[in-house]
């Protein structure tokens, strides 16, 4: 089986703004910052050589990583653009069907049972690997978010 090229690492944060400045002080610069307002979440991309970090952060107790915990969240690994109806990877469990990703292309979820407690969230992006006119990391024509609030700790999940 041939290993799939990683795509992006995701990470949850309480405060883009915070972990943005942080990460601009070791040299990692975010490429954008978008604010996704149907599903109350905010995705910083900090491109980090051939991978990007995904800094997510809720918005509020609807966003469907408002549960999750802080820091690592999940990894993405790239598909082909044709097998996001395809049936699930060898020991992958599907968590929901294909949907229109941050990036521009089709992604879908799975999770990988690394032990009883602690699953493995994996996300595919479904584009045409290695093509010259199908970047893996396209550059989208959205607009900056600004300076959206972010989540007072005291009633933010973790």
Excluded at 64 to 86: E, M, W
Excluded at 107 to 114: D, K, N, Y
Excluded at 135 to 156: E, M
Aim: charged content about 15%.
């Amino acid at each position: 089986m041939a290993i799939a090229p990683l795509h992006h690492l995701a990470f949850k944060v309480e405060c883009i703004d915070r972990a943005v400045a942080a990460l601009t002080a070791i040299g990692w610069q975010a490429e954008r910052i978008e604010t996704y307002p149907d599903l109350s979440l905010r995705i910083a991309f900090v491109p980090c050589g051939a991978v990007v970090l995904e800094l997510l952060q809720a918005l509020d107790p609807s966003c469907p990583v408002s549960s999750d915990p802080l820091g690592f969240h999940h990894l993405a690994v790239s598909a082909q653009a044709d097998a996001s109806q395809a049936p699930p990877p060898e020991g992958l469990r599907p968590l929901g069907p294909a949907r229109q990703g941050a990036h521009g292309f089709p992604i879908r979820f799975f999770e990988l049972p690394l032990g009883a407690k602690n699953p493995l969230r994996v996300e595919q992006v479904y584009h045409l690997i290695h093509a010259k006119d199908s970047p893996p990391h396209p550059t989208l024509s959205a607009s900056s978010s600004g300076g959206a609030p972010c989540l007072d700790p005291s009633k933010s999940p973790q």
